[in-house]
């Protein structure tokens, strides 16, 4: 009788220990939000997950693709789980953000959730280290995250996978893409007046024109063949690393999480 109270006091003891410890590891939890940024007069949405600890920490934006079907959330999460918030959001005329899908409107759209989230009231209420931003991004995410990240001091790294250089693209290409566009039910937007605008800024749009302020700053480009590798080698320090995958990296993701992490790492 003796032993069997010794043991359910034991085993009392030990049961109240995790839920303490519990109690006290998550005062500052892990979290997940839906937030809504307006833009003029449209709202986009975002997502934010937000990482276990009180203190302010830096914070990966990720920047999607065309039409952004791979929204990176696994790398999002190994992320969190390392001590990083992250930031998904769909680009104005994207699944239902509201406005216009433009390519001005994307680079805007990314400096527009830099200012909300550096803010002092919001880089509070979500534990942001202010100006102490990554930009990462897939496709045409890759591009945008170097023309926004340049000159914004805020952006200390740009990393990217299977980046797309606007300014690198073919006549045969941006007819391709107009064809392509029309049928994307999931963007608010005119494939003409799209792809025309690319047209007119291939200069605007060539990551090279900030040349000397990249090579400032910690720069990855993950690819999945060698196209990008002519322009990538003009940025000074920029790290490139090729693997054997398709364009969304579909049996490559824990390698692409490991680099990108290592990166951040060091």
């Not at 220990?17 to 839906?34: C, I, K, V, Y």
């Not at 952004?68 to 001590?83: C, I, T």
């Not at 945008?144 to 914004?152: F, I, K, P, T, V």
């Amino acid at each position: 009788m003796k032993n069997h109270a010794l043991l359910t006091l034991t085993l009392l003891s030990l049961s109240s220990f995790p839920l303490a410890a519990q109690g006290l590891r998550n005062e500052f939890p892990a979290t997940s939000e839906e937030i809504f940024i307006t833009i003029g007069e449209d709202s986009i949405a975002a997502f934010g997950m937000f990482a276990a600890g009180e203190a302010p920490k830096e914070t990966v934006i990720l920047l999607h693709g065309l039409p952004g079907n791979e929204r990176n959330l696994d790398l999002a999460q190994a992320l969190r789980r390392e001590g990083r918030n992250v930031i998904y959001f769909n680009y104005r005329g994207a699944w239902g953000s509201q406005g216009e899908f433009l390519y001005s409107h994307c680079l805007e759209d990314v400096t527009a959730v830099l200012d909300f989230f550096d803010a002092p009231e919001n880089a509070s209420k979500y534990r942001i280290l202010p100006n102490e931003y990554i930009l990462f991004g897939h496709s045409t995410g890759g591009g945008l995250a170097l023309l926004s990240g340049a000159e914004d001091p805020r952006v200390k790294r740009i990393g990217m996978y299977s980046p797309w250089n606007v300014s690198t693209t073919s006549e045969e290409n941006f007819e391709w893409l107009q064809g392509y566009l029309k049928g994307l039910f999931m963007l608010n937007m005119d494939a003409k007046a799209f792809v025309d605008e690319l047209r007119q800024n291939l200069e605007a749009y060539d990551p090279l024109r900030h040349q000397e302020v990249l090579g400032t700053k910690q720069v990855l480009v993950v690819d999945e063949n060698e196209r990008n590798r002519p322009w990538v080698e003009q940025i000074e320090h920029a790290q490139y690393v090729l693997m054997d995958t398709d364009h969304s990296f579909s049996d490559k993701r824990l390698e692409l999480i490991e680099v990108v992490s290592d990166w951040l790492d060091h």
